[in-house]
């Protein structure tokens, strides 16, 4: 694209002062990471050599962390990476902010035998953010908050999941003619088996523009249920 990457430190002010507004509690840039209340920290992760895209690892205490990639978009690169650490906090920051207070101000909650949830697990769902263009822009969003994906990925996700304490679930999805994506996450990594069931699912598919949602999950094992 031609642009240079943002230093880390004006990256990392971005990320403490949105999750500052987020959670009514400081956030500071300090030794290379945006600083939050107790253990909580945000570090950057292996730069992608794109500017538009940021690795971000969200530290919950010295032996646990969630990464995640998110990718902006803007006219500027600074208004794109402040898009993507929106993007990243709507979605998978709520999560893991939620995990922090438990109070459901974040993020959504189902509990192991809840039929919207995860069977075994406490689900911990952040926020559904969607974009796109034309007058059904948001038409992936808006089938996502009817229709939790948690039950339907379930069978496909509960052998990756095993008995990992805590585990990250990331869903991108949409398109528009011409064009469509359906992608889970475990983890960070690629999960084939959990996107082929997400292309499988009767979202929305325009005819014209686009339409793209994006949400992340929590699935914290039962026997240490937040």
């Known amino acids: 694209m031609g ?11 971005m990320v403490a002062g949105h999750l500052s ?14 600083k939050g209340p107790g253990s909580a920290a945000v570090t950057l992760g292996g730069h992608t050599g794109d500017p538009y895209h940021l690795d971000l690892d969200f530290q919950l205490n010295a032996d ?7 990718a ?11 898009r993507a650490v929106r993007l990243w906090l709507g979605t998978t920051g709520s999560a893991l902010l939620e995990l922090l207070v438990q109070d459901g101000s974040h993020a959504g909650h189902f509990a192991p035998g809840d039929p919207h949830g995860f069977p075994g697990r ?15 822009h948001d038409a992936v969003q808006r089938w996502a908050v009817q229709h939790v994906l948690l039950p339907d990925l379930a069978p496909a996700l509960k052998d990756t999941v095993g008995r990992d304490r805590l585990v990250g679930v990331k869903a991108f999805f949409g398109g528009g003619e011409d ?11 690629y999960h084939e088996a959990g996107s082929r069931v997400l292309a499988e ?3 929305p598919r325009l005819q014209t523009g686009v339409s793209y949602a994006r949400t992340f999950m929590l699935l ?7």
């Open 179 to 189: 064009t469509e994506a359906a992608e889970i996450r475990v983890d960070g990594v």
């Open 64 to 70: 646990t962390s969630i990464g995640d990639r998110v």
């Open 72 to 82: 902006g978009y803007g006219a500027t690169t600074e208004e794109a990476v402040d």
């Open 220 to 226: 914290v094992r039962h026997d240490e249920e937040p």
């Open 21 to 34: 507004a987020a959670m009514g509690r400081p956030w500071r840039v300090e030794d290379g990471r945006a």
């Open 122 to 136: 406490h689900a911990v769902h952040g926020g559904i953010v969607g974009w796109g263009t034309g007058d059904d």
């Open 201 to 203: 699912l009767g979202w």
């Open 3 to 13: 642009e240079e990457r943002l230093p880390d430190d004006v990256v990392l002010g």
